[in-house]
């Protein structure tokens, strides 16, 4: 009884002596703080012009996304977030696994964003400019891009070096024999989300960031791999004919970018391009009559500046804003596929927005569409509003 | 061979989780922004408990054997976007910053907040003087930490203050 005593009283030592050298990590696995919620939508509202006829606008719950992550120890927790697109669509935008190995060393696993760019990875509304999304990081980086896949991320603080490394599901390039991928939108359709996806071949993908610099953030990606495809399904290994059929339905991808955010005293400048080829379209397009593109080539520069910001204002900001963006699905084509020169397209965006707080964002501009095919450019304005909690 | 590997990479983890508070690292680094052999020691201040959080934690740097006081320090942690990152902040003894250092930032995004270029735009001022935008430079994707970060060291000066003024007492 004695003994047990003396133990009782070592043990009550020790859980002081260790209570009081708790780091904070330690101390918010004992605080009840496991569970967050967050979120992020957008509400749009755009309205074509054209001087000779009459065109309806769009009203659109565009996005509504609710973020939950639980925190199991200082080290695992899981991420997930729930989007209702356009009010009937119901995904899963991230649900992933994070475990920390060492500081600078996380394992990661489930469906994650790939990080390609800027808007990929930060796409709440307050982070951007402008209703819309560059279209940049919609007909050549798919945004919201994201598959299944397990990978390394970490970062290196002082220095700030960040990376990202990761292995994949692709894209589904042919469903049974129909065409996933296009001239016009690239590898927009075969985004497979997560959703009973077809897997046949990993993809990497990575992303080096560097922030060393004060108001800098910039990065270089990668995506190198191949779309999947249902026709290697079941096919006998010995038969060449069908391997042959699956081979035209398959096609190699190679993506590089490169984006850059620099922030000075109320001016914001960003940019980002992005290039890539696509190899096997000449075989694909014939086998699927369709015509994509064997290389593509894509930019935009944007300036902003805050106006508030020359009155001292940290919280409260006024945004005016102008984006020039350049983005061709067909840079290249092979085989008998000629350029289409409507594929060559020049987007000119003229806006601003107004946060009062952080987290809340009201947006107007306006929008020019030009093609290289010629034609008058077609105009937009949009409005809506943004929040991120 | 092989075994040793998977041995290594099972202990990796643990090693860490043993990892001390920041007061190792505080002394450390405090010792070489001031060039001097010191002491540590932590006090609680009893002033403004409004404003103090669990997190929390205030140091004294004393000079070894003179025993003259040549620095405070405080470290806390702050809120990202969604999660917590640790830092501290070492003063001189009119309170102006001598050094921030952010050592643990958990979440994958907003971590250009710890980088040591940043972070240098602390040094040579009282904490109240700084302003997310203003003198302290903006970062894209870092808004909701950089916010904070600033928002905390002008908590801790608050704080510093007031328990300052106790101990000179």
């Known amino acids: 009884m004695k003994r047990i005593g003396i133990l009782a009283i070592m043990m009550l030592f020790v859980a002081c002596v260790s209570g009081q050298d708790m780091n904070s990590g330690e101390r918010m696995l004992a605080s009840p703080e496991k569970l967050t919620i967050g979120g992020y939508a957008q509400i749009d509202y755009n309205q074509p012009l054209s001087s000779g006829e009459i065109n309806n606008g769009l009203m659109d719950v565009h996005r509504l996304v609710l973020l939950f992550g639980y925190k199991f120890s200082d080290r695992a927790s899981f991420v997930t977030e729930i989007e209702m697109e356009h009010v009937k669509e119901l995904y899963v935008e991230q649900a992933y696994l994070n475990y920390e190995i060492l500081p600078w060393l996380s394992f990661r696993s489930g469906l994650m964003l790939i990080p390609m760019g800027i808007v990929n990875e930060y796409h709440e509304p307050p982070t951007f400019n402008g209703v819309e999304r560059p279209n940049l990081d919609k007909y050549i980086v798919p945004t919201t891009w994201r598959e299944i896949g397990a990978g390394f991320t970490g970062h290196f603080l002082q220095s700030g070096i960040t990376y990202q490394l990761y292995l994949v599901n692709g894209f589904l390039g042919s469903d049974d024999g129909a065409a996933k991928l296009s001239g016009s939108s690239l590898f927009r359709s075969g985004r497979q989300k997560g959703a009973s996806s077809v897997f046949s071949q990993p993809n990497l993908a990575f992303r080096v960031g560097y922030t060393g610099v004060p108001g800098l953030n910039t990065g270089l990606s990668g995506y190198f791999g191949q779309t999947q495809s249902t026709l290697l399904d079941g096919i006998d290994k010995a038969v060449p004919a069908e391997i042959a059929m699956a081979d035209s339905s398959l096609t190699g991808i190679r993506m590089i970018g490169w984006d850059a955010r620099y922030t000075f005293r109320g001016f914001g400048l960003r940019g980002q391009l992005i290039a890539g080829s696509v190899t096997n379209t000449e075989e694909y397009n014939q086998f699927h009559g369709s015509d994509v593109g064997s290389g593509f080539l894509g930019y935009y520069a944007e300036l902003s500046y805050d106006l508030l910001h020359a009155i001292g204002s940290t919280d409260h900001a006024l945004i005016l804003f102008f984006r020039y963006e350049k983005y061709n699905t067909h840079w290249k084509t092979a085989g008998g596929l000629t350029a289409d020169p409507a594929y060559d397209r020049t987007d000119l965006t003229l806006g601003m927005g107004w946060k009062p707080v952080p987290g809340v964002i009201c947006k107007l501009d306006h929008q020019w569409f030009m093609n290289n095919a010629g034609g008058t450019a077609n105009r937009q304005i949009n409005a809506g509003i943004g929040i991120w909690f | ?169």
């Open chain 2, 1 to 169: 061979m092989r075994s040793l590997i998977y041995l290594v990479f099972f202990f990796i983890p643990l090693m860490d989780s043993i990892a001390a508070g920041p007061a190792d690292l505080i002394h450390k680094v405090a010792e070489k922004s001031t060039d001097k052999n010191l002491n540590i020691k932590e006090f609680f201040p009893v002033d403004s408990l409004k404003e103090m959080h669990k997190d929390d934690q205030y140091y004294q740097l004393v000079e070894t054997g003179g025993g003259d006081l040549v620095a405070y320090a405080f470290a806390s942690s702050a809120y990202g976007r969604y999660e917590a990152f640790d830092y501290f902040i070492i003063y001189d003894l009119e309170l102006t910053i001598i050094k921030v250092q952010v050592y643990k930032y958990r979440s994958t995004h907003g971590g250009a907040i710890a980088g040591k270029r940043w972070l240098r735009q602390f040094s040579g001022h009282k904490g109240d003087e700084l302003q997310y935008g203003q003198n302290v430079q903006a970062v894209s994707g870092a808004t909701i930490s950089g916010n904070s970060i600033v928002n905390d060291a002008r908590r801790a000066s608050r704080l510093m203050e007031s328990a300052e003024k106790k101990l000179s007492h």
